[in-house]
């Protein structure tokens, strides 16, 4: 019985290892949960593990019940279920049970993680969600971890897609992190998508967890783009956990003076796969989509991505809107000292203040292009 899994999950010094030891040793949770301490002590649980059984454990597991039942939306999958997914099952630390929050079935849904820092460039930003995007056209659900930054934008590009997106949290259900993402999570709901956590449902956001999280990303997924992440960022965990459990890793890669690239890059020397398009991606998982989604892609989407992006609005000087008017296309300085005759020096002033005023920004270290709302 489901109250029986959760009691376990509940007491004390009990993680997912230890709670799945016991129901194979009794054969179930009910079974576990009603045999005496020495059959407790047989099955290997030490004095600690015995003692925390006279907890409030069973409360804790009848109020999670209650969270369940008072929504159709709220779903516990434990891990004998046959909504549990598989991919996520035979990887070596699977969760002993989930807390869901959207729809269930979408979790065996072919996925690719996207991950990436939390403080990314434009850049970044507009190619983790135009590759969402493109890729839940083509049919494959995006799961990512509800942070700031790169988790966001993936998400939001999933959302302009058919397809649901997934997001996996560090926190508990009823512990949205960061709050600022909360009505982001409504929508991903709302889209048929699914928020997910292994964590007791009032967990607040403790930093040991979100790695943790990043193994259920990994887990879930055929495979996991890292769209920009620094040498030491949390994203590497994930990519490293997605290929001990022989899933296939994506790399973007970028300008070598972006700090942002050089896990990327790392990654890329590694052996992960380097990524120039969405059909990068989709060449290599497209046989795990259904036929209906898996034909190829029209020529247009084999192209590199062109970001979706909301321009700002046009300068009133003279000079400077004869160059952003230019700047639909990335351009160096020498491009644009060309097709406007400017001189040089007039030219390079009128950039420097277009980009001080957030009027164009820098695609890599020498191309500019029209800035972003």
């Known amino acids: 019985m489901l109250i029986d899994w959760l009691t376990l999950y509940y007491t004390k010094h009990i993680g997912a290892k230890r709670l799945m030891q016991l129901v194979a040793h009794f054969d179930s949770a009910t079974l576990a949960v009603n045999a005496s301490n020495s059959d407790w002590r047989k099955a290997g649980m030490t004095d600690q593990v015995i003692a925390a059984r006279a907890d409030s454990s069973r409360k804790k597991a009848e109020s999670a019940l209650l969270w369940m039942e008072s929504d159709p939306l709220n779903h516990i999958i434990v891990v004998t279920d046959e909504r549990y997914p598989e991919l996520l099952r035979i990887c070596d630390d699977p969760p002993a049970l989930l807390f869901v929050r959207g729809n269930p079935d979408i979790l065996s849904n072919p996925q690719l993680g996207i991950v990436g820092t939390r403080h990314p460039t434009k850049e970044g930003e507009q190619n983790a969600y135009h590759f969402a995007k493109q890729l839940g056209e083509y049919g494959l659900t995006i799961t990512s971890g509800l942070a700031m930054g790169i988790d966001q934008f993936a ?219």
């Open 155 to 373: 998400h939001d590009g999933t959302l302009a897609s058919p397809s649901p997106t997934i997001a996996v949290l560090g926190t508990g259900l009823n512990e949205i992190y960061p709050k600022h993402n909360r009505p982001l999570a409504e929508k991903i709901v709302a889209h048929n998508g699914a928020l997910v956590s292994e964590f007791p449902l009032h967990t607040p956001p403790i930093p040991n967890n979100f790695p943790k999280r990043n193994r259920i990303i990994a887990g879930l997924s055929l495979g996991v783009l890292v769209v920009e992440a620094a040498d030491q960022s949390g994203s590497l965990i994930t990519a490293r956990l997605a290929n001990e459990s022989s899933r296939e890793v994506f790399a973007i890669p970028s300008s070598i003076h972006n700090p942002h690239s050089k896990g990327c890059h790392r990654l890329i020397r590694e052996g992960a796969k380097l990524v120039e398009s969405t059909f990068d991606i989709f060449s290599e998982l497209k046989h795990w989509l259904p036929k209906t989604n898996a034909s190829e892609p029209q020529p247009t989407a084999l192209t590199p991505l062109q970001p979706v992006r909301k321009i700002v609005p046009a300068p009133t000087d003279p000079i400077e809107r004869q160059i952003f008017e230019l700047l639909t296309e990335p351009l160096t300085i020498d491009d644009i000292v060309v097709r406007t005759q400017l001189d040089t020096h007039i030219a390079t002033q009128a950039i420097m203040m277009m980009e001080l005023e957030g009027t164009i920004m820098r695609q890599d270290s020498q191309h500019f292009i029209q800035g972003t709302v």
